[in-house]
């Protein structure tokens, strides 16, 4: 009767060694994509794309002697161009996909088909992230010697957002009065993380899934056409815009449009659509990818 303990104790011992060795390639897989040319490379053009969107505030804020709070990212990222080059961005971070260098060989060998594909899913995510958390930052750190730091709008945003000041210091973005009227700076730059962070990992998976079952051309291709669609949106008759912006993932990271309407129609989707439909499309990738690497041969190449 005593037998069975032993055999608990020895799959006890070693699910603890697959949990170890799993925390172990996930810190690895992650410090491998995050400190790489590749991502300082994204990270350093977004930055400079910022500064470039930045300064007109910087001398506004200068001119009419107001600080300038720093929940500025929202704006940024829901005006048309500044999404497109940053989402530009996004695609080239993900496209080494499907992450099958040569040195990744180990690591299958190591954890198992099952548990490395959990951790690029993981990594994907850990990566979003990241990379919209970096950017909600640079905005702190660029306006370091204006920055009013407040947990509200400001008299400046307002100032720029209801007058002429947008024209006349040439703002290369706009200022919602209404998003601003409607959300809390934390609550508005905290629904940009986070739906920001999901749609950027629905098209790192979907490059992902796309890749193994295809090839790597056609998934950046179908990245580019995904984020090329938020022309479409914004182009299209306003009555039929909220129903085209349902299709159209990237979109709905200009969050400052949401519950806003235009000839009486929303320019948005509700954020509990959104959320539903990113955590709908991030499980069907998620589980093609691993249908897929449990069933494929793998096939190596060099680091590029």
Same mark, same amino acid.
Not at 111 to 119: E, N, Q
Not at 155 to 171: C, F, N, V
Not at 196 to 203: K, P
Not at 226 to 231: N, T
């Given at each position: 009767?005593?037998?069975?303990?032993?055999?608990?104790?020895?799959?006890?011992?070693?699910?603890? $060694?697959?949990?170890?060795?799993?925390?172990?390639?996930?810190?690895?897989?992650?410090?491998?994509?995050?400190?790489?040319?590749?991502?300082?490379?994204?990270? &350093?053009?977004? +930055?400079?794309?910022?500064?470039?969107? $930045?300064?007109? %505030?910087?001398?506004?804020?200068?001119?009419?002697?107001?600080?300038?709070?720093?929940?500025?990212?929202?704006?940024?990222?829901?005006?048309?161009?500044?999404?497109?080059?940053?989402? =530009?961005?996004?695609?080239?971070?993900?496209?080494?996909?499907?992450?099958?260098?040569?040195?990744? $060989?180990?690591?299958?060998?190591?954890?198992?088909?099952?548990?490395?594909?959990?951790?690029?899913?993981?990594?994907?995510?850990?990566?979003?992230?990241?990379?919209?958390?970096?950017?909600?930052? #640079?905005?702190?750190?660029? *306006?370091?010697?204006?920055?009013?730091?407040?947990?509200?709008?400001?008299?400046?945003?307002?100032?720029?957002?209801?007058?002429?000041?947008?024209?006349?210091?040439?703002?290369?973005?706009?200022?919602?009065?209404?998003?601003?009227?409607?959300?809390?700076?934390?609550?508005?730059? +905290?629904?940009?993380?986070?739906?920001?962070?999901?749609?950027?990992?629905?098209?790192?998976?979907?490059? &992902?899934?796309?890749?193994?079952?295809?090839?790597?051309?056609?998934?950046?291709?179908?990245? #580019?056409?995904? =984020?090329?669609? %938020?022309?479409?949106?914004?182009?299209?008759?306003?009555? *039929?815009?909220? +129903?085209?912006? $349902?299709?159209?993932?990237?979109?709905?990271?200009? =969050?400052?449009? %949401?519950? %806003?309407?235009?000839?009486?129609?929303?320019?948005?989707?509700?954020?509990?659509?959104?959320?539903?439909?990113?955590? =709908?499309?991030?499980?069907?990738?998620? +589980?093609?990818?691993?249908?897929?690497?449990?069933?494929?041969?793998?096939?190596?190449?060099?680091?590029?």
């Amino acid at each position: 009767m005593a037998a069975p303990w032993p055999c608990r104790h020895m799959a006890a011992e070693k699910e603890d $060694m697959s949990r170890m060795l799993y925390g172990r390639f996930f810190r690895q897989a992650l410090t491998e994509r995050v400190f790489c040319s590749r991502t300082y490379s994204v990270v &350093f053009l977004q +930055g400079v794309i910022q500064y470039l969107y $930045m300064c007109p %505030i910087v001398r506004a804020s200068k001119d009419m002697e107001c600080g300038a709070s720093p929940w500025v990212f929202p704006f940024l990222l829901s005006n048309l161009f500044f999404l497109l080059l940053f989402m =530009v961005g996004i695609v080239y971070s993900f496209s080494d996909v499907p992450f099958m260098q040569n040195k990744n $060989m180990y690591q299958v060998i190591r954890t198992g088909r099952m548990r490395w594909a959990a951790g690029q899913i993981s990594v994907i995510f850990a990566q979003a992230f990241l990379l919209m958390a970096v950017n909600a930052l #640079f905005p702190m750190l660029l *306006l370091a010697g204006s920055c009013e730091y407040t947990l509200e709008w400001g008299k400046l945003y307002h100032t720029l957002a209801l007058t002429g000041g947008s024209e006349a210091y040439r703002l290369l973005f706009a200022f919602s009065y209404e998003a601003m009227k409607r959300f809390l700076p934390l609550e508005l730059l +905290g629904l940009t993380v986070l739906i920001g962070t999901l749609v950027i990992a629905l098209v790192g998976l979907l490059m &992902f899934a796309v890749s193994l079952y295809i090839n790597r051309s056609v998934a950046v291709t179908l990245a #580019f056409l995904m =984020v090329v669609m %938020i022309y479409l949106v914004e182009n299209i008759h306003p009555l *039929l815009r909220r +129903g085209t912006a $349902m299709f159209v993932p990237v979109n709905w990271m200009r =969050v400052t449009q %949401i519950g %806003i309407k235009m000839h009486d129609s929303f320019m948005q989707p509700s954020v509990v659509y959104m959320l539903a439909a990113l955590a =709908v499309g991030i499980t069907v990738c998620a +589980g093609l990818i691993c249908i897929k690497i449990k069933r494929m041969e793998f096939q190596w190449y060099k680091e590029e």
